[in-house]
Structures are given as structure tokens and as C-alpha cells.
């Protein structure tokens, strides 16, 4: 399994990055992908999801309206466009993806747990100044 993330960058309050996560050896229709992200001193979180059987996304209360998560089957690749970025967003974005398409979604649980998937990518940094 290979996931290798890119559009990462510097930008300020208010503006916009997408990001980009590259897939590689495993059923890429079959599986949960999410996006994290960590800050300095804190611990990781879970931004956004996509069961990729059904196409069904479920994001982070803190990004949801400004956030959005789409796969390109075509490409392998998914994408998470970031809008109105706000100094809060500032982090190491990170891509992960699990076999069970559960790690994104399950009746009852409306987090995005990190411990639930097995394969990571190596981050991309985002920051957004004031």
C-alpha cells in the first residue's frame, strides 16, 4: 500500500488549498480512505472520510460547509479542497486508508478515529496565517 499526498502549502486566512492523495496497491474501490491531521502538541484527528464502496463522505463538525472530500476512481487519487482556511486549520495533513469501509463510518460513532486504519502517508504541511 503507497499513499503519497501533495498540495500542501501556505496560504492566509480565508483562502484555499487542495490537497491531493495518490493510491497505490490495494482495491482502492473497495476501502476507507481519510484525511487527518495533526498541529505541534496535539493529537491527531480525523478531518474526513470516504467509504469508497458507495461514495458516502463524513467530515470533521470544524470543517464540514468549509471541507470537501472527493475520490477520482479513475486516477486512484483522492482530494480534499479546503475553503475559508482559518489559522486553526494549521497542521501536518495526513492520508490514510483501511480495508474495512467502517473506519469512515458506523452507526453510532461520528468521529474519525486514527486507530482504526492501517496504512498512512507521509503528511503534507498546511498553514494559514492571520
Known amino acids: 500500500v503507497q499513499l503519497v499526498e501533495s498540495g500542501g502549502g501556505s496560504v492566509q486566512a480565508g483562502g484555499s488549498l487542495r490537497l491531493s492523495c495518490a493510491a497505490s496497491?490495494?482495491?482502492?474501490?473497495?476501502?476507507?480512505i481519510g484525511w487527518f491531521r495533526q498541529a505541534p502538541g496535539q493529537e491527531r484527528e480525523g478531518v474526513a472520510c470516504?467509504?469508497?464502496?458507495?461514495?458516502?463522505?463524513h467530515y470533521l463538525d470544524a470543517v464540514r460547509g468549509r471541507f470537501t472530500m472527493s475520490s477520482d476512481n479513475a486516477r486512484n487519487t483522492v482530494y480534499l479542497q479546503m475553503d475559508n482556511l482559518k489559522p486553526e486549520d494549521t497542521a501536518l495533513y495526513y492520508c490514510?486508508?483501511?480495508?474495512?469501509?467502517?473506519?469512515?463510518?458506523?452507526?453510532?460513532?461520528?468521529?474519525?478515529?486514527?486507530?482504526?486504519?492501517?496504512?498512512w502517508g507521509q503528511g503534507t504541511q498546511v498553514t494559514v496565517s492571520s
Open positions: 470516504i467509504n469508497n464502496r458507495n461514495g458516502r463522505t
Open positions: 496497491g490495494f482495491p482502492y474501490g473497495d476501502w476507507a
Open positions: 490514510a486508508a483501511d480495508r474495512s469501509v467502517f473506519a469512515c463510518i458506523q452507526p453510532g460513532r461520528t468521529t474519525i478515529k486514527p486507530h482504526l486504519y492501517d496504512n
